[in-house]
């Protein structure tokens, strides 16, 4: 696993989160027939919150992002965008396990959804996540606190 950090992200990471959600997502997107190239780009720009936000960086080099959002009963785990590169490294694991931690010392649930049929979903379920609710497009999963 290359060695990665997370730092505060800020206003001026939102374009290179947004072109990265754009390439990340594709794929899936275009599977379901859902893939608009503006709107892909728009409804990130339009829910970026820096104050929840973080950069994932690899040899101090833009290669991701992820969002923890309060929310009241835990967290929303959104956002969560690794260079197609870097995929399967260990680099998202090892943020999500990193995330996952904090929520736990303060036990707090996380939630997620993510588009049916995402490769994403054998990660999120390694680190303990399970399906609440499917629809034709989303997967609505949750992770309690480990007991």
């Known amino acids: 696993m290359a060695d ?3 730092r505060a992200a800020s206003a001026a990471d939102v374009e290179a989160v947004v072109e990265l959600r754009a390439v990340v997502m594709r ?3 275009e599977r379901l027939g ?3 190239e ?3 780009r728009q409804r990130l720009r339009d829910r ?3 104050a929840h936000t973080w950069v994932i960086e690899v040899a101090d080099t833009f290669a991701g992002c992820v969002a923890l959002r309060p929310a ?3 967290h929303w785990l959104e956002h969560f965008y690794l260079a197609p590169h870097l ?3 260990g680099i998202g694991s090892g943020v999500l396990r990193e995330l996952l931690e904090r929520c736990d010392r303060s036990g707090l649930l996380v939630r997620l959804n993510m588009l049916r049929g995402s490769s994403a ?3 999120y379920e390694r680190h303990g996540f399970v399906a609440e609710s499917e629809d034709p497009v989303d997967v609505f999963m949750v992770r309690r606190v480990p007991s």
């Open 4 to 6: 990665w950090k997370i």
């Open 27 to 29: 794929p899936d997107l």
């Open 34 to 36: 859902r893939y608009d």
């Open 38 to 40: 503006h709107r892909v």
């Open 48 to 50: 970026f919150d820096p």
């Open 72 to 74: 009241e009963d835990g």
């Open 87 to 89: 995929q399967g490294t």
């Open 121 to 123: 979903r054998r990660l």
